[in-house]
């Protein structure tokens, strides 16, 4: 699988068509659509703005290999056997339904909250 094909994979995940995706990450549709195809190597500023719009792994944009999560700044942490599944659970979705869980969250912290 190519960096371009990746991309895609993004884009598809979160539901754009190229128009949208290529606004979102400051780029022309036409560049969009060479990167998908393969024709050019998407610059690095727009890995940048692809990493940070829909927070993916810049490593596995650009290598497609993924890092487990206990390889990396978490090794140190003290976050638990059960804390690092829902990470790894969480990093896996879509921006869209991280958003989603995120607001989840929100709410059934909202509602444990004591009344005074």
Do not use: H
């Not at 659509?33 to 944009?61: H, Q, V």
């Amino acid at each position: 699988m190519s960096v371009g094909d990746r991309v895609k994979m993004i884009r598809k995940a979160n539901q754009l068509n190229q128009k949208s995706f290529s606004e979102t990450i400051g780029v022309s549709q036409g560049t969009l659509s060479d990167i998908e195809s393969g024709k050019c190597y998407p610059s690095f500023d727009t890995l940048m703005s692809i990493k940070g719009s829909f927070s993916c792994d810049l490593n596995w944009l650009v290598s497609g290999e993924i890092l487990e999560a206990k390889d990396t700044l978490f090794t140190s942490s003290n976050l638990d056997d059960l804390e690092m599944e829902l990470l790894q659970s969480y990093r896996s979705l879509p921006v869209l339904e991280q958003q989603e869980l995120i607001e989840i969250t929100k709410i059934k912290m909202a509602l444990k909250r004591p009344k005074y």
